[in-house]
C-alpha cells in the first residue's frame, strides 16, 4: 500500500504563489473602459438628508453620480427574513439609502468616474443637506423606554427575542448549594482581511449577461443574489472570487455596495469597479459580537453544574445582515453556553435590538467564543467559591463520551467528543505542575501572572437544516468534479471556495486518497461560477468535513469508472484492479496500465474502446450530510499572562490549544488556521474594538491606528496539540478546525488575567477586550 | 483614500525649495518621509496645494559634531539616526528613544525633520529635543532662524515654524556627565505612546543635580515642566506634583486619567533608575 495522503503535512505551492507575490486579488484585474467607483456615506448615524449631484456631475472625469432612485430601476430591495426567527424586524434595504441614513457609513450616493480620486473629487463635491436625528448606539439604550427608533415609526428597537431553554431552571436555582453570576460585556470587533471587498462588474448588452468579480467567500450564493435583485436569469450571471485574501465572515454577506456596483454597470452599460479602502472597510465591513449577558450558574453540594440561567443583550446594527441574520450570533451564543459540561436546566432570554450602527454578522466563531467566556468565567467563579482547582472542577462536569450523543437543555446536540482525552493531551503538553510551580515563583518575586483554562465546543460544518430550516437560501450541501486527464493527473473543481485557508490543498489530498494517485498529482479550482458546481462556499469551517466528503465521492466515483473502463480494456474484472499512485494494477500490484495511458485512449483512441464502455473521464459527487445538524469539535485553550501593575497592559506569555477536528488532512493547514485563530482570539481579549462616542454615535476606530489589530509582537508562542477522533458519520471523518482558535483564546485570556488580578488581592475584570484602564481599576490603583 | 488634486516640485537645492515654499505660502507642504504626509494626505485630512519634495536637496541629512554641538539634518532618516556612532556618543537618549518609533520600514523613510514639524503630541522625538535643550535651525528666503526646542513645540500638531520655513536641522549641546533616560507605554510595539518620558539628567555623588524632561503623549506638545525638575534634584516626589501642572488629552483607547497615571509611572521609573545610576 502506498502511504496515505490524508495527513501528510505537506506545504502547498499555493502558498508559496501567495507569499512571493504571486497573488490575483480583485483589484489586480481590470476590465477595459471600467469605471471607478467612490460612494458618499453619511457621516452621522442617524440623519435626513437631501442630495444636490449637479455640481459633482460636471467635474470632468465624472461618468454619472447615482443616488437611491437612479439605481432603483435595475435592483429591488431586499429584506432579511427567516422563518427560524418569526416576527424579525429589519426593513427592506436598497443598495443606496434613500432620504434617510441609518448608520455611519450607510452610502447614499455612488460617483462613476475615469479615476477613484476623480470620484473622491466628485464625492465631495456633492452638496448634501444633513439633518441629524437622534441615534441609538449602545445596545443597552436601545430597549430604555422613549429610546429614538433606529427606524422611525417603528414602535420599538427590539428585532427580535426568544427564550430557549429546557429542564426546571427555577428549581434548579432554588436547590442549588452555590450560585455563580456575572455580567459580561463584548465589545464590538471586525474581521479585517488582508484584502479589503470589492467589486468588478461587467454588462453584457449583447446577450444579458453580467459578471461580477468579487472578494467573497460564496460565489454561487452571491450569483443567486445578483440574479434575484438585478431581476436576471441566474444562468446569465457569473461570480468569480479568484484569489481571495482572507474573509472571517466579512465577505459572506450581501452588502450595499457591491449590489450597487452590479447595479450601476447594468444601467451604464460600463464595467464598473470597486474596492473598499481600509477606511470604508473599518466603518462598513459588518462589525460582530457586540453582547451584553448576564448570566448565572447553579452547583450542587458536589460541585456539579445544575443549570444555567442568562439574559443575552446582543446588538444587531441597523439591519439584521442579508440573507443569514445578525441574530444567528445570539443562537450561536446561547448554544455554546455550557456545552462542554454536563447540565439539566437551562434558560437563555435572548433581546436583539436595532441601533444606529453598521449591522453585526458571522464573524469567525461566531457566537461562539461569547458564549465560551461567559461559561468559563462562571466556572472559574465557581471552583474558586468551592476552594477548588479549576481543572479539577472542570474534569467532574466534563460529558463523557459515554453519555453522547447528547443534547443539552439549549438544544446543542453532543456527539463523538472526547473531552477527557483531550483534558489528558493538555496535561502532558503544558506540564501543570512545572508551570504552576513558575508561577508561584515569578509571583513570590512580586509578578501578576496568571494561568486561564478554557474548554471549548463549537458548532461546524452546519448541516442543510441550520439555514434550510429557515428557508433562508444557503447552500449546506457541496459538490465536487473530478476529472482525469489524458497525461494521468487529476483536475477538479470544488464548490467550497479558497480564500486563503489552504483548503484546495487538503481537497486534492483527500482526491488522491480516493482516485489512488500521488496528491502532487491532483489540483483542485474553485471560485468561478462557470466552472465550479454549486454549493456553499466558505463559511462554517465546512471545507474538510463537507467539501472533503465531495471530494471523497467524486473521487470514489471516478476511481469505479477509471476501472470499469481499464477492466474492459484489459479483459480484467474491475473490482480485481485497482489504482495505485496513478498506476492501474491487479490486485497483487502489478502494472497494467498507467492512467495516463488509460486516459489518453478515453479521450483520443476511442475508437480502440471496446464497445458499450460508457464511463467518461469526469465524476461528479454532490454531498448533503442526512444527520448531525453540525459537527461539534472540541478542544482546550489555556493561556499564562503577565500583567504589568502599573501600566495596566497585558501580555501573554505562552498559550496552549489542544484541539479535536476529527481526521487532520494536512496538519500544516489545521496549525495554520489553530495560530491564526488564536491570534485572532487574543485580538478580541486584549485590543480589538470597534467604539462609539456615548453622546455623538459617532465610530472613534476608523484607522488601523485607533483599531487596534494584534501584531506579531503580541503573539506569543503557542503550543498545538491534536487529539483524532474522527467523525463517525462520514467517510473522511473530518470536523471544523478553521474558527476553534478564536472560539476559546478570548475566554483562557479572560481568566487568566482575572487569575493574576485575585492572586493579586484585586477585583475581577467582566469586559472585553480587557482595557489596562479596567485592570487598574480592578487592582484599586486608578479611580 | 486618495489624495486631492496636488500639485509637486522636486527642487535639487535648498536655495530653489526655499523659493518655491515662499510662492506656494500657506498652501504648500514640504514633503520628507512622507509616512506621516502621505497618509494624511490619502485621508484628505492635509490637503496641500503644493508638494515641495526634500528628497532631491542634496545635504539636508547631514550628521556631524561641530563645534562640541551635535548638528542633524532635517532629512536624517529616524533609521540612520538610529544607527550613527556620533549620535550615540554624544546624544544616546535619541537611539534609545527612536527603538520605540515605529517600525522599521517606517523608520526607513521617516525622518526628524519630518517629526519634528509635524508635531504629533504622541511623537518621541520633539520630547527628546525638549529634554536635549536642542535648538531648532529653520530656514526660509530670508535666512536662518534658530528656536529653543522648548519654545518650538506650541500645541497639537502646531510649532514656530512659518509656513515658508523649512527645518534645517537640530543641534544639541553637548552633554557630558548627564545621564539619558527613555521610556513610554503603549498598547503595542511600535504606536505612538500613550504615554512617554524623555529625561536629561546630570549626576554627581549619587545625586540628581540637574534634570531636563519631556513627556510625550499626555499634553497637546512636550514642555519643561521647572517645578518638576526642581523636585526631583531636591529628591522630593516628583509625580505627585504631575497632576496640580499636567492638562493631559484624552482619546476612545486612552482617556485622560490613564495618561496622567502613566506620566506618573513613568516619572517614578525614571526617578528610580537615575537614582540607582547616579
Ligand atoms: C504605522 C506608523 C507608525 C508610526 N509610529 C510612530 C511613532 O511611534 N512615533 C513617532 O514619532 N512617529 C511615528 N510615526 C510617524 C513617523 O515617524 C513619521 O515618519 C514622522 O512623524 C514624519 O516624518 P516624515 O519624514 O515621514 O514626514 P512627512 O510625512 O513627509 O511630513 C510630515 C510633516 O512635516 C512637514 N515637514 C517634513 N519635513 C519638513 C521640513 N524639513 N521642514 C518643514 N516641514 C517639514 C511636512 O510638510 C508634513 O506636514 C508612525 C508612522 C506610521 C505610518
Redesign the interface.
Known sequence: MTASAIGRAMPRPEARRLVAGGGRYLDDHAERGELQACFLRSPLPHARFALDVAAAKTLPGVEAVLTASDLAAVCRPWRTESRSFPGLVSPRQAPLAEGRATWQGEPVAMVLAATRAIAEDAAEAILAEWEELPAVTAPEAALVPGAPPVHPGSETNRAWGATIGGGDPDAAFAAAALVVEERLVFTRHTGVPLEPRGALATWEPGTGALTVRLSHQMPHQMRLHLAEQLGLPVNRVRVICSDVGGGFGIKMHVYQDEMAVAAAARLLGRPVRWVSDRMEALLADIHAREHVVTARMAVDAEGRILGFDLHDLQGLGAYSVYPRSSTVEAISVVRSIGAPYRFAHGRARVDSVLQNKVATGQYRAVGAPVGCAVTERLVDKAARARGEDPLAFRARNLLRTAEMPWVNPFGAAQHGMDHHAVLETAKALIDLPALQAEIEAGRAAGRLLGLGLAFTVEYTASGPAVYGAGHVAVAATDTVVATLEPTGEISAQASITEIGQGITQGLAQVLADAVGVAPEAVRVGAGDTQAAPHGGGAWASRGAAIGGEAAWGAGRALRAQLLEAAGALLQAAPDSLDIREGVVTDAAGAARMTLAELGTLMLFRGHEMPKGVTPGLSATFHYRREQDVTLANNGLQAALVEIDGETGLVRVLRHWMVGDCGRVLNPLLVDGQYRGGVAQGIGEALLEACRYDAESGQFLSGTLADYLLPMATDIPDIALAHVEVPYAGSAVGAKGAGESGTCGAPAAILNAVNDALLAAGGGVVTELPIHPVAVLRALGRLA | ?????FAYARPTTLEEALGILARGGEEAAPLAGGQSLMPMMA??VARPALLVDLNRVAGLDAIALEGGVLRIGAMARHAAVLAHPLVAAEAPLLPRALEEVAHPAIRNRGTLGGSLALADPAAELPACMVALDATIVLASAGGERRVPAADFFQGLYATARRSDELLLRVEIPRAAGWTPWFAE?A??????ALAGLAVMARCTAGRIVEARLGFCGVEAAPRRLPAVEAALVAGEDAASRLPALLEPLGS??A?A??RL??AQ?LLR?ATEALHAAA
Not at chain 2, 187 to 192: I, M, S, T
Open positions: 483614500m486618495t489624495p486631492a488634486r485621508m484628505r507605554v498598547r503595542r510595539r511600535g504606536d505612538y476612545a483607547e482617556p486619567g490613564y497615571h502613566l509611572v521609573r
